[in-house]
C-alpha cells in the first residue's frame, strides 16, 4: 500500500527532477536529428532550391538555418550544452513549421508541435545537474 501511495504521490524525489531534464533533453534531441535535420543536412543540393523561403531570405538560407537548428542544436541539446539557445533556437524553428503547415497541429504535422511544447519545457527547466552547462556554470556560486 505504501508503494501506491508513491506512486500517485505529487511529490517527486530530488534525483527525478534532476533526471527529468536529462531524458527531455537526450530524447528530443535524439528524435530531432533523424526526423528533420539529418535528411536536410544530406539533402541540401537537392532541396535547397525549393525550401520554403522565411521572410524573403530565399530558401537555401532558410534551410541553412532549420539545418542549424534541427541538426546542430539538437546535438548542443543532447549534451546540456548552451542548453536554452539551443531550444531557442529550435522553438523558432518548430514555430515556423507550424505556420507553413497553417497551424494544423493535429493531422500529419503533429510532430512539430510535440517537439515544440518539449522544447518549452527545457527552455523554462534549463539543462539540468546532468549536463555540459552544469559543469561549466556551478550554481553554488552567488551574486
Known amino acids: 500500500m505504501v508503494h501506491m501511495r508513491r506512486l ?3 511529490k517527486s524525489a530530488p534525483w527525478a527532477q534532476q533526471l527529468a ?7 528530443l534531441g535524439v528524435l530531432m536529428i533523424p526526423t528533420y ?17 522565411l521572410l524573403g531570405i530565399g530558401g537555401p538560407f532558410s534551410m541553412a538555418l532549420a539545418i542549424f537548428a534541427e541538426f546542430f542544436c539538437s546535438i548542443l541539446l543532447i549534451m546540456g550544452l ?10 523558432v524553428t518548430m514555430t515556423v513549421v507550424i505556420s507553413v503547415h497553417d497551424w494544423d ?3 500529419k504535422h503533429e510532430l512539430a508541435p510535440t517537439f515544440l511544447v518539449g522544447y518549452l519545457a ?18 553554488g556560486r552567488k551574486r
Open 105 to 107: 497541429l493535429f493531422n
Open 21 to 27: 531534464p536529462l531524458v527531455l533533453r537526450v530524447g
Open 37 to 53: 535535420g539529418y535528411g536536410k543536412l544530406v539533402n541540401f543540393e537537392a532541396k535547397k532550391d525549393q525550401f520554403y523561403d
Open 122 to 139: 527545457i527552455f523554462l527547466l534549463g539543462p539540468g545537474k546532468y549536463s555540459v552547462d552544469a559543469l561549466i556554470q556551478p550554481s
Open 8 to 10: 500517485f504521490s505529487i
Open 82 to 91: 548552451f542548453t536554452r539557445l539551443a531550444c531557442l533556437a529550435l522553438i
